[in-house]
């Protein structure tokens, strides 16, 4: 039976290349997301995979609840199927302010969405889970490396590694696996679009990287899928940094 993964932030960005990429490999796909997503399954439909489409925010624990339950009958429904095989916490937000002009907001979103909600979408998920699961959660490079403005979001992805390495020691056990990837700048909407959109951005970037330029979505996404992947089987509690070799 294809293996059923449930990505969060699904509707564009890396969360939609994932989408994408393990569709194209044979996973049927939950789309997560705040918005309708509806174009993004019919994209995975269209080219001949299998997806349906399911609301979360995940800053939100009601959302989450109503997420698990709705995800839970659908996938009963359309594929006669009671576990997720893996889950993709990749829904994130970048506020980016220096130290003078961050406010409580500020960090309780960023907090709330970066951290909060992937521990509590895998608690809910996690009686659900199938043997031998695997859990993907998207952190960044900026965890490694410091950049101007970036301390609470560089703060929540670290904060997310360290739930990446207990998650995996605390459901190792069961034969689940947890990584974190960690992308270097890539052209999304994040950040306004600046990786993708400013060339001064996408210029001073690229100067800090081995391979001399910013990822591409579809290249976090390949990554992702190695993650999930037999090949890496072994691997549990890792944090994979993708980034064309960034500030190395
Ligand atoms: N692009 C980069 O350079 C880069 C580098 C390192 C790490 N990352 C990480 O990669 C992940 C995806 O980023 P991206 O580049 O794809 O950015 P993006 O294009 O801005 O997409 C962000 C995604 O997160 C979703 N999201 C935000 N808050 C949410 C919430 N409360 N509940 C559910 N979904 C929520 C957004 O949904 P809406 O459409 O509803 O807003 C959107 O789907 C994030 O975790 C980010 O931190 C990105």
């Known amino acids: 039976m294809p293996r059923i993964a449930f990505i969060t932030g699904a509707n564009r960005g890396l969360g939609r290349a994932t989408a994408l990429a393990l569709a194209r490999n044979g996973l049927r796909i939950v ?3 705040r918005g309708d997503a509806s174009d993004v399954v019919h994209q995975i439909v269209d080219a001949g995979g299998d997806a349906i489409a ?34 993709v916490n990749n829904a994130g937000v970048g506020l980016f302010a220096p130290l003078g002009d961050i406010s409580a907001e500020h960090f309780d979103t960023t907090f709330a969405v970066n951290v909060r909600g992937p521990l509590f979408v895998t608690q809910a998920f996690l009686p659900h889970l199938s043997e031998e699961a695997c859990i993907v959660n998207v952190s960044s490079s900026l965890s490694r490396h410091v950049s101007p403005a970036t301390s609470v979001y560089a703060a929540s ?92």
Do not use: H, Y
């Open 157 to 248: 992805k670290k904060a997310l590694e360290a739930l990446t390495r207990s998650l995996a020691l605390e459901l190792g056990p069961r034969g689940i696996r947890v990584n974190s990837i960690a992308p270097g700048p890539t052209a999304t909407d994040f950040n306004g679009g600046a990786m993708r959109d400013s060339d001064a951005m996408r210029e001073a970037l690229s100067g800090q990287t081995a391979l001399g330029r910013v990822g591409e979505a579809d290249e976090i996404a390949d990554a992702i899928l190695a993650l999930v992947s037999p090949g890496l089987r072994w691997a549990t509690g890792e944090r994979l940094e993708v980034s064309g070799g960034a500030l190395l």
């Open 54 to 87: 399911i609301r979360l925010d995940v800053a939100n624990l009601t959302s989450i609840e109503a997420a698990r339950v709705a995800a839970l009958a659908s996938i009963a429904q359309k594929w006669n199927a009671t576990t997720i095989d893996v889950l």
């Open 31 to 33: 789309v997560a997301s």
